[in-house]
């Protein structure tokens, strides 16, 4: 008889609002999932869809003016929504991480980064200056920064975006959390750099048997480095699978367009398709289906009645009426 684990990390129909003068804005709309040990998930989708603040809501970093509606998150089995803030301090870092978007700005500019990095064992472990500074210099040259001792020193404004990305790396992997959040980790840096960035984070992510959570909307590293996808439109997940299966079936139409917007090899020179139209306006969101003025597919229930997500396998699901349709319709393209 096999024990089932429990997921590292469980969310349950979170929602998350703005206030705003024209009345609650809901930027994240009943979202679930789980992430596993050692496993990959990414969160795709337009900017504005929803991945960020989600992103944020788990490392209890709830953006202002906005609030939990909702819903349900866990880590470890344990319900972390509403905790205080010296809880969160001792979560984040600890149990998890996360790689922010822009590392210039996420970094202190006055600061070095080998203070910066130290920093994180001296407040979590009270461990002495001489062995935090030890410490950071390892980290530093485990994450691929060259005469890391030396560069200690260095301010983040004398590192490449590659090297101050491996310095946010080595920050967020200093206290050896379970869970690791991306947030579009390789933006801005050229293809053989992410090549390197996502080497080293799956190399940690499998020595120390992390669970991890991709936000990108680059479908070209979600398919180098995700076990797992889940699209999000207007604050929802509107599709989740595998890699394989979410981008060779498809299973909802905004999936569908996000698919025939990356150009492959085999296109040769032949136009990508855009998705014609732009998100909704979540403060008056439209009727039924979120996508359908948008969808090349919309039939009357789609104006009508919003599709709740529909099993098409283990760990698969999409919220459209005529998933199957769509994934019979991109098998004959």
């Not at 930027?27 to 989600?54: D, N, P, Y």
């Not at 920093?119 to 390892?138: D, K, L, S």
């Not at 980790?185 to 992510?205: F, G, K, S």
Request: hydrophobic letters at 40%.
């Amino acid at each position: 008889m096999h024990e089932t684990r429990t997921p590292l990390l469980e969310v349950e129909d979170l929602a998350v609002e703005f206030d705003t003068p024209r009345g609650p804005l809901r930027a994240v709309r009943g979202v679930s999932f789980q992430v596993g040990e050692c496993e990959t998930l990414a969160i795709v989708g337009e900017s504005g869809s929803g991945k960020s603040v989600t992103a944020h809501t788990l490392m209890g970093l709830t953006p202002l003016l906005a609030r939990v509606a909702g819903g349900r998150v866990a880590i470890e089995g344990r319900d972390v929504v509403g905790l205080p803030d010296r809880a969160w301090q001792k979560l984040r870092g600890e149990r998890i991480a996360m790689i922010f978007q822009d590392p210039l700005s996420a970094l202190n500019p006055s600061l070095t980064v080998g203070y910066q990095i130290a920093e994180m064992f001296r407040r979590h472990r009270g461990t002495g200056r001489a062995e935090a500074r030890r410490r950071a210099a390892e980290l530093m040259a485990q994450v691929g920064i060259p005469d890391a001792e030396r560069r200690l020193n260095d301010h983040p404004h004398r590192f490449s975006g590659g090297m101050r990305q491996r310095v946010m790396i080595a920050m967020a992997l200093a206290l050896d959390p379970i869970l690791l959040i991306a947030d579009e980790p390789t933006t801005a840096l050229d293809v053989t750099v992410q090549a390197q960035i996502l080497r080293l984070l799956r190399r940690r992510q499998q020595a120390d048997r992390l669970g991890m959570i991709l936000i990108s909307h680059d479908l070209g590293v979600v398919a180098r480095a995700a076990d797992r996808v889940a699209v999000m439109y207007a604050g929802r997940i509107v599709e989740t699978g595998t890699v394989a299966e979410v981008y060779q079936r498809p299973a909802h139409p905004y999936t569908i367009g996000l698919m025939r917007a990356v150009p492959t090899v085999r296109d040769g020179d032949a136009p990508l398709e855009a998705i014609e139209g732009h998100p909704p306006d979540l403060a008056a969101p439209p009727t039924g289906c979120a996508f359908h003025p948008r969808c090349p597919f919309a039939r009357d229930v789609c104006r009508e009645e919003d599709p709740q997500p529909r099993d098409l396998g283990p760990r698969r699901a999409s919220a459209c009426h005529f998933a199957e349709e769509m994934i019979a319709h991109a098998r004959t393209r």
